[in-house]
């Protein structure tokens, strides 16, 4: 039986379908097809080996454990050029001002752009690793996540304030918007398109799997609390005993930057895991 490619995640339709069976998108026979990631197609034997398809909470957050586990070092790289400055200098001058709220506040939004900025870059790096087994440098990641940091500087903006918005009229709504824009991180990084089509995209790729992301983003949750307790807590107990010594403050402070790097790696491994399953399904229809 002919099949036709979708042009947006690569899954194959049947001939007679008019919108793709895994991302919803109007089936096009003109297009160029897209790819997710220009340097290495998304077809690679090590990227299939290495995710597997998201049918439940337990093989999103396994697969997280160990892409980080076996990439801690390159994680941590790429999180220490970016936030060892900022973390030097926030706890020392809050240390120094706690009362003043313009400072907190800066840093805070400071402390969002880091965030934003090591993504693409990590992202970029843990795609190549996985489909190359070849560990990028520091310098290559961030110049390519660089390329993608307005499209998702802008992604992730809207994506936060249709959150708020969500929560602010009723808390479940908050909460379907929170699970059903998990994906942005990686679809602004990794596929094409604008904003308000990422966001759909986003939408409709994690419709059917909600609950197993809030499970996965829960569980995934608490082991990186429970992984950055013991500094934070050393960093806490000095902190109340009325001790100012900010090098620890600025080393709790950056190690919890890398743990929390954990997030960005589970929105990748359920983004691919949501595509392996659609595969999966399709072979399986064929």
Known sequence: MTNVKCTSCGVENLLSNEICNACGLELSYSETPRTYYPEFPRSSPLLINSIKPFDGVFEAVSSTITIFS??????????LVIVTPFEVFKAVSIGETPDNWQLVIGTL?????????????????????MQTGVTPGINESYRWGLSKLIKLLLCTIAAKILVMLGFVCLIIPGIVLYLAFELVYP???????????????????TEGHRWNILGATFVMGMLLGVAGAPVTMLAAFISINGVHFWPIQALAAIVSDIINQGATILSLVI????????????????
């Open 109 to 129: 939004v400071l402390q969002l752009f880091c965030s934003i900025l090591i993504a693409p870059a990590l992202i970029y790096a843990l795609m190549k690793v």
């Open 70 to 79: 076996k990439n801690v070092w390159l994680i941590s790289k790429l999180v």
């Open 271 to 286: 983004y691919l895991g949501i595509l392996r399953t659609s595969e999966s399904r399709q072979s399986l229809i064929e």
């Open 187 to 205: 679809l602004a990084v990794l596929e094409g398109g604008s904003i308000t089509e990422i966001l759909r995209r986003s939408y409709n790729l």
